[in-house]
């Protein structure tokens, strides 16, 4: 059933979530925008905390979706590292469907800008490093997140500003549940079965090269591989595919294929193609060792004696 709105200004909108909390928001406040819909900073009147609301129009299907996923995500209302707190999902009006969240720092997007469209090899190790755990966590809960790109990474808020929580801008989120899949069967309890039938999920740039067809966990670990080098080389070599405003997807999938890994990781240190060689290997239904993966990033972290010291190229520029 709708929620009532109650509001002194057109823009200005409640999520009314009874004991949770209400979620007062501008929906001229936009913080963040994607395919589907908008996410806007707000408050939550009861406590004053600065939160993020995610909306969409009423007959959407993916917060709903999202929500789930989420769910799936969660164990006893515990807060995981790196997975964004969930508050309240629910009806604004008749317009919208809203989802109030703990509000994060900027997306890996932004932040990729704000480095000067490339970043270091002791950041993009740090962040390989956490991603792996937060793909490993997603994949432990039977869930592949099908959508692995800059903007669904952010950051945490600066410590100070949370005073009761551990969420931090050293701590990396995997944000943005909306394509999720689960990939165990909830009747058959088996790893779904291998389709060539189903439609492309993802975003171009960033997909596997087998993610027309459908995916499981390798091709979650093959979109970070693709995300790590865009980082670090500022580009990906497909990225000319989509220089004009009609995008040549079709070249992009076929350089994917063809392209060696070997080429694709030039001037990187070689554990990044041994990264691809070992995803690529995968099969369809295989756990992937995330251990063998962070440990081949570790080693060149340690070989180039970066210091343990939780800095990224965006520490103090912010
Ligand atoms: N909790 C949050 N706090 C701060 N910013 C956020 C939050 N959630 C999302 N954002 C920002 O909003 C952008 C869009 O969010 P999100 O990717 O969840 O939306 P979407 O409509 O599902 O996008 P997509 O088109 O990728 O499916 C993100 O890239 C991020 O910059």
């Excluded at 997007?109 to 950041?123: A, V």
């Excluded at 995997?174 to 291998?194: E, Q, R, S, W």
């Excluded at 500022?234 to 392209?259: H, N, Q, R």
């Excluded at 340690?302 to 210091?307: A, G, I, S, V, Y």
Aim: charge should be neutral; proline fraction near 3%.
């Amino acid at each position: 059933m709708a929620k009532k709105t109650v509001s002194t200004d057109d823009n200005v909108l409640i999520l009314d979530g009874g004991l949770r909390g209400k979620f007062m928001f501008n929906i001229k406040n936009e913080i963040g925008r994607g395919k589907f819909g908008k996410v806007i900073k707000g408050r939550n009147m009861y406590t004053f905390e600065e939160i993020a609301v995610k909306i969409e129009p009423i007959d959407s299907v993916h917060l709903v979706k999202e929500k789930q996923y989420y769910n799936m995500l969660k164990v006893h209302h515990h807060t995981i590292e790196g997975l964004l707190e969930i508050y309240y999902t629910g009806n604004v009006g008749v317009k919208y469907v809203a989802m109030a969240m703990e509000l994060l720092g900027p997306s890996m997007s932004e932040l990729f800008t704000l480095c000067g469209n490339k970043m270091s090899l002791k950041t993009v190790l740090m962040i390989a490093n956490q991603m792996l755990s937060r793909i490993e966590y997603v994949h432990h809960r039977k869930l592949i997140h099908r959508d692995l790109k800059p903007e669904n990474i952010s950051i945490g808020r600066p410590r100070q500003t949370l005073p009761f929580k551990e969420s931090a801008e050293d701590t990396i989120y995997l944000i943005d549940f909306g394509m999720a899949k689960p990939y165990i069967d909830k009747n058959t309890k088996n790893h779904i079965m291998y389709n060539t039938e189903v439609g492309v999920f993802g975003t171009y740039q960033f997909m596997s090269a087998n993610s027309h067809l459908e995916q499981s966990r390798r091709d979650d670990l093959e979109s970070l591989g693709y995300v790590l080098l865009y980082l670090i080389n500022g580009t990906l070599p497909w990225m000319k595919y989509f220089e004009e405003e009609d995008a040549d997807v079709k070249s992009c999938g076929d350089m994917k294929k063809k392209i060696t890994t070997k080429t694709l990781c030039a001037d990187l240190p070689e554990e990044f193609s041994k990264y691809f060689d070992y995803v690529k290997k995968l099969e369809f239904i295989e756990t992937p060792d995330y251990d063998v993966l962070i440990e081949l990033f570790q080693t060149v972290y340690k070989r180039e004696k970066f210091p343990d010291d939780n800095l990224f190229d965006w520490s103090n520029t912010q």
